[in-house]
């Protein structure tokens, strides 16, 4: 199986930036797309951007232009950088990965806190 570790949360002023990064180990072959998710107190989990083992990526309305997904495969990295943060941006960020290898499951890692201050 693979573990999937995030890093890099913490409190930023609105405008500012951060980079939150997010770890694979185990059998990391069997990762094929990835992306980040946030919850929010009281809302439901949402999709933020993911990436395709091509580096194609899709991002929700709410976070175009601000925020940008990259991978490195070589080093079994996933990123976010998060510029211009708003104070609705505050939420738990989530890294996810589309494992398949005997069958298909979704990973999640434990989850990194992102507070956006006013």
């Known amino acids: 199986q693979v573990q999937l570790v995030e890093s890099g949360g913490g409190l930023v002023q609105a405008g500012g930036s951060l980079r939150l990064s997010c770890s694979a180990s185990g059998d990391t072959s069997g990762i094929r797309g990835m992306g980040w998710y ?3 107190p009281g809302k439901e989990r949402e999709s933020v951007g993911v990436i395709t083992v ?8 709410s976070v175009k232009g601000r925020f940008t997904v990259s991978r490195d495969s070589s080093k079994d990295m996933l990123y976010l950088y998060m510029d211009n943060l708003k104070p609705e941006d ?10 398949r290898k005997q069958i298909r499951t979704e990973v999640w890692g434990q989850g990194t806190l992102v507070t956006v201050s006013s």
Do not use: I
Not at 54 to 61: E, F, K, L, P
Not at 90 to 99: E, L, P, Q, S, W
């Open 54 to 61: 091509g580096g194609s990526t899709n991002y929700a309305d």
């Open 90 to 99: 505050t939420a738990v960020y989530y890294c996810n990965a589309d494992y």
């Open 38 to 40: 946030r919850q929010a």
